[in-house]
């Protein structure tokens, strides 16, 4: 078991680029979570995924930001018009498909995004 | 919302030493949410610690225990004699509130144990 994958696991881009960031869930696991650390706001939550649907973007900026799951092995995160204030290492997340939330969430090493 | 509180941004125990590092949640459910630590050490990925899911529940791992106070809303994390590998930065975390999955985390406590 690889554990949550993640790439790339660093990203350079120049103010107004686009970038996508890929994850790769724990196998059998259909719970997918995407968050987002900086020093400023800490961990927060963005978006999330159950059996590939989409059930909570209540984290994600309204504008820009968008989240897919096109499969049960992985799902995507992009920023369109890439800003200085988007850098941050971006964690994805995956877990068992029931508890109420309650089970562990296995996190990938995360993606660290520089906007210049 | 929903909220975590960790009032201790750095701590620093001499080894052998106890620890507590404080947590207290916000959670506006009429039931009760699901509480975690997540610990990253150093180099690493953060992964969980311990877990309660119902309170007056206490959890524990690796000699690490928390109590899950709904009185209160605390859920501090507690070791009597800490280790200079516990050095890490330690979350206090809580999902299931309001029927939302997802994990609300304190601002994280970064321990160090010195030797």
């Known amino acids: 078991n690889a554990g949550v994958i993640q790439t790339p696991r660093h990203k350079v881009t120049g103010k107004g680029q686009e970038a996508t960031l890929w994850c790769e869930p724990i196998?059998?696991?259909?719970?997918v979570f995407w968050y987002r650390q900086t020093i400023v706001q800490g961990l927060e939550f963005l978006t999330y995924?159950?059996?590939?649907?989409?059930i909570d973007d209540s984290g994600m900026p309204k504008e820009r930001f968008s989240a897919q799951m096109p499969n049960q092995s992985h799902s995507t995160l992009k920023i369109q018009s890439t800003q200085p204030q988007d850098s941050a290492v971006y964690l994805c997340?995956?877990?068992?498909?029931w508890g109420g939330g309650s089970y562990e969430q296995y996190f990938g090493p995360g993606t660290r995004l520089t906007v210049l | 919302g929903d909220s975590v509180t960790q009032t201790e941004g750095q701590v620093t125990v001499s080894e052998s030493k106890s620890l507590i590092i404080n947590c207290t949640y916000s959670?506006?459910?009429?039931?009760?949410?699901?509480l975690f630590w997540y610990v990253r050490y150093p180099g690493e990925g953060l992964q969980l610690l311990l877990k309660?899911?119902?309170?007056?529940q206490k959890g524990s791992s690796r000699g690490f225990e928390a109590t899950y106070n709904k009185e209160a809303t605390s859920f501090h994390l507690q070791k009597a004699s800490v280790q200079e590998s516990d050095s890490a930065v330690y979350y206090c975390?809580?999902?299931?509130?309001?029927?939302?999955?997802?994990?609300?985390f304190g601002s994280g406590t970064q321990l160090t144990v010195m030797p």
């Open positions: 309660v899911i119902t309170a007056g």
């Open positions: 997340a995956s877990s068992l498909d």
């Open positions: 995924f159950r059996n590939q649907a989409p």
């Open positions: 975390a809580l999902s299931g509130s309001s029927g939302s999955w997802q994990l609300i």
């Open positions: 959670a506006t459910s009429i039931g009760y949410p699901n």
């Open positions: 196998s059998g696991h259909s719970a």
